[in-house]
């Protein structure tokens, strides 16, 4: 079992920043990829940024590229989500994640990849603007 708690999550406006982070805990040598999700009211939840635990390699949902900056620290088993230049459409509850998978591309930002994997709490961004 992998228990997973997300931190940092808060009220900003639009163009500010936050940081979130996944502290992660139990048998974290069973996943090899983490990753952060979101979903807003009456939205499907989309996969925003991954890293693989081994490698430090990182996807990026075309709607945060180049303003959400994923992270590691494995000393201290977290994962952290840099969002800068914060919009109101990233407003959504944001989801850590952990899995293991056999594949490295694009394609593993979709939520079926991790169906089987484990799921944190969920911390709440709101960005108003």
């Known amino acids: 079992q992998v228990q997973l708690v997300e931190s940092g999550g808060g009220s900003v406006q639009a163009g500010g920043s936050l940081r979130l982070s996944c502290a992660a805990s139990?048998?974290?040598?069973?996943?090899?990829?983490m990753g952060w999700f979101r979903q807003a009211p009456g939205k499907e939840r989309e996969g925003v940024a991954v890293?693989?635990?081994?490698?430090?390699?990182?996807y990026y949902a075309d709607s945060v590229k180049g303003r959400f900056t994923i992270s590691q620290d494995n000393a201290k088993n977290t994962v952290y989500l840099q969002m800068n230049s914060l919009k109101p459409e990233d407003t959504a509850m944001y989801y850590c994640?952990?899995?293991?998978?056999?594949?490295?591309?694009?394609?593993?930002?979709?939520?079926?990849?991790?169906?089987?994997?484990?799921w944190g709490q969920g911390t709440q961004v709101t960005v108003s603007s």
């Open positions: 890293i693989y635990t081994a490698g430090g390699f990182t």
């Open positions: 139990g048998y974290t040598a069973n996943t090899n990829l």
């Open positions: 994640a952990a899995t293991t998978v056999y594949f490295r591309d694009q394609g593993v930002l979709a939520s079926r990849h991790w169906a089987s994997g484990y």
